[in-house]
């Protein structure tokens, strides 16, 4: 059938299918594809002569090209002796070719080519992509498709490679989401494949296999052999060549790939005769204590798998939107009015394997916590009306209604994206002419398909997982899970429960569906009502005469009753995506706010309360396209909303209303955000990863206003419900507000109208607004501070748990000049990619590495520079002692870098501006950045652009002079976050280690240690002594 579909094409040993080519959205046999009505994009489906699928992407505005290659096994298909191999092989494909042998070689030329790359492993699939400059799409498609056709695998490189595999299951350790996965797991049969550890670690991919006399790089290239065939292989390029001549690269590239002709199991064939669970002792109940400070319910429904096998009918998606609603008579909205949910979830978690997991997920109060029953009760009594009254076609019109206009009017995506996700589509064996649309959609409507999807929703089928912080390890979770350690206990469902919840379900035998219907209602339970915010005006709104300028106007806003000292609206109709959508983001500006840290938490607390008042409102507006956010800002607040523009006046008057009716916080509202947010606090300030610490130092270290997640959260406790009262009154009596609004609109008018019931009454700020200041470090310019000196922060982590530290090492170059930002950034260009390979790739210090440009964006007033991050094991003192031996090395090196081999950087990092926003989100979220950092310079990239264009010889002796002048001389901040097992006092240097490559002594590498600061009153003390 596939191959009649497909066609016959004029070229030897290939079919193909055009997209969108000869009238708009049909292919060169008639066959019509669907694609989004703005999507510009040329699509040719082909199959090679090897049997490797392919389609090519033409585009006529390509400023960046991009594949991606999926390959159809993953770690369902790891041995059961070596778990985790697929995921291995994924990391060995970038370390090397036979035709291009270095290990750096494939990075380092995506770096010199404003590129980049990445891979990822799942169950049946692993995912290989790349983006790169147009102009080397050719040059990289031949590196990239020698990974398919001879990769090395060097010994060296397997063994250092093994340990980054390590790093990265480390630092999933403290993750829930990978230990409650894998707790779902180890519940899987243990006969099939589901039950294994896909990341794998030292334990299965070195020890055992080393014991048990598996040697693993011979295991590598077994595997690689067996599965890595052309015909399991699907390709996307998308670049600016025509599609005849994209064609012919994929053929000359990829062709040269091995068919095997290979067939892996897929859905049920998997397990062999083995099903990925055995539920004969199902209802299965698991209890486990968390990382965070969560209390959830989770309950999981065991299903058959349904995807792709039905992707036009896809029935769980009526599931997840009648369970997962959040209007009136939702079933959280139920919860909620009992005081112990504060938020819920629904939908497929798992869909491998011949198996899927439907699950519905709360989070819940205190009080929760001894209400799982009663919980339990009112799901089951919605599962009722879903399983006795009949599918609501009316709902599932208007679910397919609004999926349609999403896709209709898609924004066109980014490269790398497009081809990520059309190369795992192509996996799934959809009808080519359905490869884009198919997964967005709903097609048909099979009311006996959904029914029984619900009728499964049973006791029978369900696995219970409680999440909660007062189990002990005694009593709930005596055993330990072998791969993260999570403490778990299990056993069968309570049987009060399971008793209860069937009655639950079933009701009074012959009751039928009125009777469902009754018992839901009295229940508070209802099936979701009409949507009133399904935009209807979707007719793009016709230009001026004149034309639209290219950047935002300001607009005169008194001429809706509001002094401009109190509104500012910048405009800009949109002339380039046509899409019946608009953004507009605003900040209020309130001295209130600014004024100390704890305002801004108050503020915070308010914005927070006035969201969930408005949630059963506005989750009708976001399930119909539409957005809103309300966030405490350092000087204020913001409110965004997106989406179609038809009925953005509608939400935005309502949200603004909202905040300035709400003058106080109801005690129920209360309840529900004070657990919301006390918790999120307590994560932040207990359990963030170690990188997140060292961010947060570092900002607390630089900017004026920073607090930390435990300062915060030690105001947050003093803060009573009374004490958020009038919080609207004190924002909004002085404030002033710029705003940015882009879209198919023709004037500001209704939107700035809808703003104007919370500002007409506020008063002007005057001339002066809340200032935002970050910390400039002594410099040359001290002569008490010497040429690198660093200010090193010294903290101990929050989670005792935690394995990993974390570094970060910042250099305050010079003004945050667009000149010297840029100079910063072609630094980045060449330094990125060189210090993951030397920190990462050969001296394995951990699995997060990165160097990175920096700048305080403040609109010029701030300071520029480079950072290098890096979470690890690794004792944090001799990881920062590595970064400065390096970073010395690098800065010397770069200011010797040759012209030729500097120019492709600036070439690189050219493309990068150059490179055109692809939907009108992206344009906005240009624009605004010129906003909110008040330096109105929405000409700022074209300067930038200009400014690389220059004389490349001028342009490189200026860099050569700001590397030898500004970064290698520039202070530093560097900030040690150790983790539980890390001393105090650095380990003392092994005595081989002297003058080795890691380095030489403690001074070495420049960034001399000036200030050490280990307690709050070091830190404020410092804050004192620098400028800001």
Not at 596 to 608: G, H
Request: aromatic content about 8%; proline content about 4%.
């Amino acid at each position: 059938k596939r191959e009649s579909e497909e066609g016959a094409s004029g070229l030897t040993g290939m079919k193909h299918q055009r997209i969108g080519a000869e009238a708009p959205g049909q292919n060169s046999n008639g066959m019509t594809i669907e694609k989004p009505q703005e999507d510009y994009r040329e699509y040719l489906a082909l199959t090679l002569e090897n049997s490797l699928r392919a389609i090519v992407v033409s585009d006529s505005k390509c400023d960046k090209a991009a594949a991606s290659l999926s390959v159809k096994v993953g770690s369902l298909s790891d041995p059961k002796e070596i778990q985790g191999l697929a995921h291995f092989l994924e990391h060995m494909l970038f370390l090397g070719t036979e035709k291009y042998p270095k290990e750096e070689e494939y990075k380092e030329f995506m770096a010199q080519h404003a590129g980049s790359s990445n891979a990822y492993t799942a169950e049946s699939l692993t995912n290989y992509h790349f983006s790169v400059s147009p102009d080397n799409l050719d040059v990289a498609l031949d590196r990239f498709s020698q990974f398919f056709i001879a990769p090395l695998f060097n010994e060296s490189a397997t063994d250092r490679e093994l340990k980054n595999v390590h790093s990265e299951h480390s630092k999933n350790l403290q993750s829930d989401m990978w230990r409650w996965m894998q707790l779902v797991r180890n519940d899987a049969n243990p006969k099939h494949p589901m039950n294994h550890f896909g990341t794998g670690n030292i334990e299965t991919l070195k020890e055992t296999p080393d014991r048990d006399g598996y040697h693993v790089r011979q295991r590598l290239i077994e595997f690689y052999t067996k599965y890595y065939s052309a015909n399991l292989m699907c390709v996307v390029v998308l670049g600016k060549e025509s599609l005849s001549d994209l064609e012919a690269m994929v053929r000359g590239h990829f062709g040269a790939i091995v068919n095997r002709d290979v067939r892996v199991p897929t859905g049920l064939e998997i397990g062999g005769d083995e099903p990925a669970f055995d539920i004969r002792s199902w209802p299965r109940f698991v209890r486990c204590l968390p990382v965070k400070d969560v209390r959830t319910a989770t309950f999981q429904f065991l299903l058959p798998q349904q995807y792709p096998m039905r992707w036009r009918t896809k029935p769980t998606s009526y599931m997840s939107f009648v369970l997962g609603h959040e209007g009136k008579g939702s079933l959280l909205s139920c919860l909620k009015a009992r005081g112990c949910v504060t938020d819920l979830m629904a939908g497929p978690a798992l869909d491998e394997g011949g198996a899927s997991l439907f699950e519905v997920t709360v989070h819940m109060t205190e009080a929760g916590e001894s209400q799982v029953g009663s919980i339990g009760e009112c799901l089951f009594s919605y599962i009722r009306l879903l399983q006795q009254c009949p599918v609501s076609e009316e709902l599932w019109r208007e679910t397919q209604s609004i999926q349609e206009m999403n896709f209709r009017f898609r924004s066109v995506m980014q490269p790398m994206g497009v081809v990520t996700s059309l190369a795992s589509a192509m996996q799934n064996d959809l009808p080519v002419d359905k490869v884009l649309s198919g997964p967005s959609k709903l097609w048909e409507l099979d009311k006996a398909e959904i029914s029984e999807v619900a009728g499964m929703l049973t006791c029978a089928r369900l696995r219970l997982v409680l999440a909660m912080k007062s189990f002990s390890e005694e009593k709930e979770c005596p055993e330990s899970e072998r791969w993260y350690g999570t403490k778990f206990g299990a056993g069968a469902l309570p049987e009060e429960w399971h008793k209860a919840w069937e009655r639950s379900r079933l009701g009074d035998a012959g009751g039928g569906a009125g009777a469902a219907a009754e018992a839901a209602a009295q229940l508070g339970l209802a099936l979701p009502m009409q949507n009133p915010f399904v935009a209807e005006d979707l007719e793009l709104k016709p230009q001026p005469a004149e034309g639209v300028l290219k950047y935002p106007v300001k607009t005169d806003a008194s001429s809706i009753g509001i002094s401009n000292s109190i509104l500012q609206v910048y405009f800009r109709q949109d002339d380039t995506f046509n899409l019946p959508k608009a953004h507009l983001l605003t900040t209020f500006y309130s001295p209130w706010v600014a004024e100390s840290a704890e305002n801004r938490t108050k503020a915070w607390v308010w914005a927070t309360a006035v969201a969930e008042e408005l949630n059963e409102f506005s989750y009708d507006a976001e399930a119909a396209g539409l957005s809103y956010r309300l966030t405490q800002t350092s000087r204020g607040m913001s409110v965004t909303v997106g989406g179609y523009q038809d009925k953005i006046p509608v939400l935005l008057r309502a949200v603004v209303e909202k905040m300035l009716a709400m003058t106080e916080v109801s005690e129920h509202t209360w309840n529900i955000v004070h657990t919301v947010l006390l918790r999120s606090l307590k994560n932040a300030a207990e359990k963030r990863d170690p990188l997140g610490q060292a961010s947060e130092w570092q900002q607390r270290l630089v900017w004026q206003h920073a607090v930390t997640a435990a300062e915060k959260l030690e105001i947050f406790k003093t803060l009573t419900r009374e004490s958020i009262q009038g919080v609207s009154s004190k924002i909004f009596e002085r404030c002033y507000v710029e705003a940015l609004l882009q879209g198919n609109l023709m004037d500001p008018g209704p939107v700035a109208e809808a703003m104007g019931t919370v500002l007409r009454p506020a008063a002007s700020v005057g001339g002066s607004l809340p200032s935002l200041c970050a910390a400039r470090l002594p410099g040359t310019e001290d002569s008490s501070w010497p040429s690198g000196g660093c200010v090193l922060l010294r903290r101990r982590g929050t989670n005792p748990e935690e394995k990993n530290g974390a570094v970060i090492v910042t250099l305050q170059a010079a003004d945050e000049t667009l000149e010297n930002l840029l100079r910063c950034q072609l630094a980045e260009q060449v330094l990125k990619q060189r210090c993951f390979d030397e920190l990462r790739t050969k001296q394995n210090l951990g699995y997060i590495v990165h160097c990175v440009s920096c700048a305080h964006e403040l609109g010029g007033a701030g300071s520029c520079g480079l950072q290098v991050m890096v979470q690890s094991e690794t004792h944090p003192a001799e990881v920062h002692r590595r970064i400065r031996v390096w970073l010395s090395a690098a800065l010397v090196e770069l200011e010797k870098e040759t012209d030729d081999n500097l120019e492709k950087y600036l070439k690189a990092l050219l493309v990068q501006y150059q490179d055109r926003p692809k939907n009108l989100a992206s344009e906005v979220s240009r624009n605004w950045s010129a906003v909110s950092s008040r330096s109105f310079r929405f000409t700022r990239r074209a300067e930038a652009i200009a400014f690389l264009q220059r004389d490349p010889a001028e342009l490189l002796s200026e860099f050569r002079t700001f590397v030898r002048e500004s970064l290698v001389r520039a202070p530093r901040i560097a900030v040690e976050v150790l983790a539980a097992q890390h001393d105090d006092a650095p380990p003392p240097r092994r005595e081989e280690e002297a003058g080795d490559e890691n380095g030489g002594g403690e001074g070495d590498g420049g960034g001399e240690i000036v200030v050490v600061l280990e307690s709050a009153g070091d830190i404020e003390a410092f804050r004192k002594r620098v400028t800001w």
